[in-house]
């Protein structure tokens, strides 16, 4: 799609003192149920703000606004649309986790010097599970202990309940285990069989 097919994007910014937040926090979920964000100032005012592609809208909120919570500052400015997949992906680094493991995008998989470690490819979407959070780390790095330790081999059996994006299981799996992870929520089971492919581990059932 060319820039001039592209919708525009408007912003409205209010900016409420506290005896008006209730006032300015009802009006925004009658009217932009479809979501906005909350800032809590220095000075004990909160900042809010809502993007939408309609001018028309924002337009008669504000002047509902105006009418509602006059001494609520409210300013309406057309924003600039980005590519936020592009911009977000500048900040997902790898991830080290335990002696073994590196968690990584599918766009730093070529080149990075990562030959001391087992690299575990996912993709990151809705499904929980990049290495960022501290639990899939803490947890990768317990497999890396049990590895190290013996105490868990290839040859062995796993199940990984709650699997989110299979990290985990992957994990697993390529350090010579097989079996089974399991998710009742269907993006994440799409999720991590798309994951398994990424990293060629048949060993790992989703």
Do not use: Y
């Amino acid at each position: 799609m060319d820039d001039a097919d592209t919708p525009a994007l408007f912003r409205l910014g209010i900016v409420a003192e506290d005896d008006d937040f209730d006032r300015v926090s009802g009006l925004l979920a009658l009217h932009a149920a479809f979501g906005w964000e909350e800032e809590s100032l220095p000075g004990g005012e909160t900042r809010f703000t809502v993007h939408c592609e309609s001018e028309e809208h924002l337009l008669r909120l504000q002047d509902r606004l105006r009418a509602t919570a006059p001494r609520a500052d409210t300013t309406l400015e057309r924003v600039e649309r980005q590519d936020w997949l592009a911009a977000w992906r500048q900040f997902f680094t790898p991830v080290m986790c335990g002696s073994r493991f590196v968690v990584l995008p599918p766009w730093l998989a070529e080149g990075g010097d990562f030959a001391d470690r087992t690299p575990i490819i996912i993709e990151p979407k809705s499904a929980f599970g990049t290495g960022h959070h501290a639990t899939t780390a803490l947890c990768l790095r317990v497999l890396s202990e049990l590895l190290d330790s013996g105490r868990v081999a290839p040859g062995g059996h796993f199940l990984d309940l709650g699997t989110g994006s299979g990290v985990l299981g992957i994990a697993c799996a390529r350090s010579g285990l097989s079996g089974l992870g399991l998710d009742i929520d269907p993006l994440a089971v799409s999720n991590a069989r798309e994951n398994r492919e990424l990293n060629r581990t048949d060993a790992a059932v989703f």
